[in-house]
């Protein structure tokens, strides 16, 4: 093989997901396989914030949520060896997809789930999340999260790879990223 024809890993890994598809946690894993750092879009603007992302919707509401989200994401993007969780959101608003889809030294990766995955997951950590936690009826809520997600899908669509995670462990999914990647 010649050596322009290895595949390497760009030195950004970008995941995006809908809310409960795991970004988090298979991002950290992803970070210590690739010996690279590991970055939560979340966690980064709760610490520079100085407050949980959900007090920041509560406090000061969704929009200035978005504007900080968008502002930290272009932080986060002129980092170097580092896998980035996004939040659900952050592709859907500002020109933020066209920022990691047009960045040529992002890979970004999308983990789909079912509708009844997320459903289900999210069901159980319903109170953290401010944009689901009033939703009080079982048929409501799965009728909103795939609505959310049909609307959403368009963005997350445009991601460099797909990976499917129903009935995967995280170990299984992070094996697919690196497939696609080597
Ligand atoms: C959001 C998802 C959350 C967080 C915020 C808004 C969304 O991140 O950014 O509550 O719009 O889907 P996770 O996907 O990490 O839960």
Request: negative net charge; glycine residues 6%; aromatic residues 10%.
């Amino acid at each position: 093989m010649f050596i322009n024809q290895i595949k390497a890993p760009k030195s950004l890994m970008v995941l995006i997901g809908y809310m409960g598809s795991g970004k988090s946690t298979v991002g950290l894993q992803l970070s210590k396989i690739l010996n690279f750092g590991f970055v939560d879009l979340d966690q980064y603007i709760s610490e520079k914030e100085g407050i949980p992302v959900s007090e920041i919707f509560n406090k000061k509401g969704e929009i200035y949520f978005r504007k900080k989200e968008s502002l930290y994401l272009k932080e986060v993007l002129l980092l170097e060896k580092t896998v980035i969780a996004l939040g659900g959101g952050t592709p859907c608003y500002a020109n933020n997809m066209d920022l990691i889809s047009q960045n040529e030294h992002v890979t970004s990766v999308y983990l789909k789930a079912s509708i009844q995955l997320l459903s289900n997951r999210l069901k159980m950590e319903q109170m953290h999340r401010p944009l689901i936690s009033h939703i009080k009826d079982p048929e409501a809520f799965v009728e909103f999260v795939g609505k959310h997600l049909f609307e959403r899908s368009h963005f997350y669509n445009q991601a460099d790879f797909t990976i499917s995670i129903d009935g995967k462990e995280t170990e299984e999914i992070v094996s697919d990223i690196e497939r696609q990647l080597f």
